[in-house]
């Protein structure tokens, strides 16, 4: 599913340079390089280096926050929550209830250092019925913050 903000909106990638790594990179490098119509760098070590880090990278979740102030309904279908709140609830309402639920599911979803939370998509939108607001419709994404392991070694 895609919002209306992705397919008016979408990534193009125009690579400068590509490096392969993993196991098969010497092997798969003239076939990309015909692919990209671009030299191909192959560093020391690629064989390794997803295992790298695969072991050394934090483990991170993505969840999407629903939150309908007309039907007083609040759903992260991710967590499996469904609650009720007010008609007063705001974007910053939902931001803070889905940080929340981030936090207490961060060793369900496998997250063991620190965890940051960040808004990576906001969506506001008044819900409208005979000329007059009756409520919002608001969804979030939010994600905790890659990066490497904290006390893993020196990097």
């Known amino acids: 599913m895609y919002t209306i903000q992705e397919m008016l909106h979408p990534d193009i ?36 280096a997803n295992a790298l880090g695969a072991a050394l990278a934090r483990t991170t979740a993505q969840i999407t926050v629903l939150a309908d102030t007309q039907r007083c309904k609040f759903v992260c279908p991710e967590l499996d929550i469904d609650e009720i709140i007010p008609i007063t609830f705001t974007l910053d309402d939902v931001r803070l209830r889905g940080m929340q639920a981030l936090w207490d599911n961060s060793i369900y979803l496998g997250l063991v250092d620190d965890v940051d939370v960040d808004v990576v998509e906001a969506q506001c939108f008044n819900m409208v019925s005979g000329f007059r607001t009756v409520g919002r419709n608001m969804r979030l994404k939010l994600q905790t913050r890659p990066g490497i392991l904290k006390g893993r070694g020196a990097l």
């Not at 400068?16 to 192959?42: N, W």
């Open 13 to 48: 990638v125009k690579p400068q340079q590509v490096m392969v790594i993993g196991a098969p990179a010497d092997i798969l490098k003239p076939y990309i390089e015909r692919v990209f119509q671009m030299q191909c760098i192959v560093p020391e070590h690629a064989g390794v």
